[in-house]
């Protein structure tokens, strides 16, 4: 570990450990052996559930109900250019009171305070009620197509049913513990190839040019109020994310438009409602073309007060004030696990840099998120 540290601390060093591997999604690089070392002396029993190309890790303390779980990832995004950085992604270095490198925010910091809070918890609660478990994938910053959707499947055929489930994503904005996600908008994305004849710009009457007979319809897309939202969600977005045509030469009339776009919906509208409606636009519009979609998430909120409860009263009596509750931002494996009837929240680290060059997070953040989360334990299954 580089940089001069007089800084110490568990989930400080549990978080330096985790950093120096280098897990680009899909890749755990041992990340979660180190949890399973950490955490299997004091009774979890690991299983690994793995698909493909992923790893996923279920740690579980106890066999009854009620069943508390912190979920969170170990991979992280590509770190970028590494010429950028200012020490290197995968050589964790404190300065400034910091921690530096790829993934200290999102989300091995995280990671390593729900661990070091789960040892704690059990130490002081051996005989604690209920179950207590860890689950942890490799594929949440990829297309997660073999990681906690999968778990979920398997939990569903055995009947396991979580009650309670924390996700450590970097929640907060400006200080630890100013939001709390308690939902997700729902994510719908949609490819849409829009078809033309190619011919030469100086004969536009022998051909067709899709971007132009697109132009009507994106007008449409963009100024239709797809609902207002509503208490706890803003209004459904569209955006276009990608949009190309064309053979790069300036006289030739392109034959085909490809277009790429996602909608960040609320629970007014269902992603089904959304697909009718936009081919009902792009028909109107007498387009011809070809339309795939793929759903990323439903929306999702949690509504009992028992989780939440729970989370804001360890966050006033941590850090002296509570949370403002939020379904903003992205996706999360939060949306996996919601529709199995869980209350789904998350609360992890300050997500500023997260994804950027130079990801960092105070030190003193992750002390503090590491007693946040024993206290939740405490409020929720201390005996």
Not at 98 to 104: C, H, K, M, T
Not at 284 to 308: C, K, M, Q, V
Not at 330 to 354: H, K, M, W
């Amino acid at each position: 570990m580089s940089g001069s540290n007089r800084i110490s601390g568990e989930t400080l060093e549990l978080a330096q450990t985790l950093i120096a591997r280098p897990s680009v999604t899909p890749e755990d690089a041992g990340c979660m052996d180190l949890i399973v070392d950490r955490l299997s002396p004091l009774g979890f029993v690991p299983e690994f559930l793995d698909f493909g190309d992923t790893r996923n890790l279920w740690l579980r303390r106890g066999t009854g109900g009620p069943l508390f779980v912190f979920l969170g990832h170990t991979d992280v995004v590509p770190p970028g250019p590494l010429a950028d950085w200012t020490s290197p992604p995968f050589e964790p270095h404190i300065r400034g009171g910091g921690l530096y490198g790829r993934g200290a925010a999102d989300m091995k910091g995280a990671v390593a305070a729900f661990t070091v809070a789960c040892r704690r918890f059990v130490e002081n609660h051996p005989h604690h009620p209920g179950s207590l478990a860890v689950l942890l994938t490799s594929d949440e910053e990829g297309i997660a197509a073999n990681g906690i959707v999968k778990v979920v499947e398997v939990f569903e055929a055995r009947d396991e049913k979580i009650d309670w489930c924390l996700v450590g994503e970097p929640s907060s904005e400006d200080t630890l513990g100013d939001v709390v996600k308690i939902g997700r908008r729902g994510s719908l994305n949609g490819r849409l190839r829009v078809f033309g004849v190619q011919g030469h710009v100086a004969y536009p009457h022998k051909a067709k040019n899709p971007i132009h007979a697109f132009a009507g319809a994106l007008q449409h897309l963009v100024e239709e109020v797809w609902d207002r939202g509503n208490a706890h969600f803003p209004p459904t977005s569209f955006q276009i994310s990608n949009m190309n045509s064309g053979t790069g030469a300036e006289n030739v009339i392109p034959g085909q438009l490809d277009v790429q776009f996602n909608f960040r919906f609320s629970t007014e509208l269902t992603a089904e409602e959304i697909r009718q409606r936009v081919t009902a636009i792009l028909d109107h519009y007498g387009l011809d073309y070809e339309l795939d979609w793929r759903l990323s998430g439903n929306p999702f909120l949690t509504a009992g007060e028992a989780l939440i409860e729970a989370v804001q009263s360890s966050l006033e009596s941590v850090l002296g004030r509570r949370a403002q509750l939020s379904t903003g931002g992205g996706t999360s494996d939060g949306r996996f696990i919601a529709p199995t009837g869980a209350q789904v929240l998350e609360l992890g680290l300050i997500n500023a840099t997260i994804h950027q060059i130079n990801e960092w997070t105070p030190v003193e953040d992750l002390n503090q998120l590491t007693e946040v989360y024993e206290k939740i334990l405490e409020n929720l299954l201390a005996s």
